[in-house]
């Protein structure tokens, strides 16, 4: 009985501390990018992307490797960022090594450049 008290306090304890953890909303620009969807290890370390290289991106980002939006007319890579503890992969799954249309709120800190993804649909 003694265990199962200490157990539900401690289950308690951590669903509080969850429950509190709250991001702040740091802004961010609202804006709309469109862009290829690329496995960063392959498309940084290999310079490998395209149709040809889907599988091979789509066992990365399984493995864990972040996925990212690479918009060739400003030749910058935006990854995808969550906010809420998700997998920021899960929006771009179906897309990988396809074109985008992407809304969200950019983000931008030490160089690196992302996007808290609200809308992702193909592009043409």
């Known amino acids: 009985m003694r265990i199962q008290a200490i157990a539900a306090i401690a289950a308690l304890s951590i669903a509080t501390v969850v429950a509190q953890h709250n991001h702040d909303d740091h802004g961010g620009k609202s804006a709309e990018i469109t862009g290829q969807v ?22 990365c980002a ?25 997998n920021p992969n899960t929006k771009l799954m179906p897309f990988i090594e396809k074109k985008v249309k992407v809304t969200g709120k950019l983000l931008e800190k030490a160089g690196v450049k992302g996007i808290a993804i609200e809308k992702v649909a193909a592009a043409e």
């Open 38 to 59: 690329i496995d960063i290890a392959c498309f940084v370390g290999h310079n490998s992307s395209g149709a040809k290289h889907a599988k091979c991106a789509e066992a």
């Open 62 to 86: 399984r493995a864990g490797n972040p996925l990212a939006i690479y918009d060739e007319s400003t030749k910058s890579i935006y990854l995808s960022i969550s906010n809420d503890h998700s």
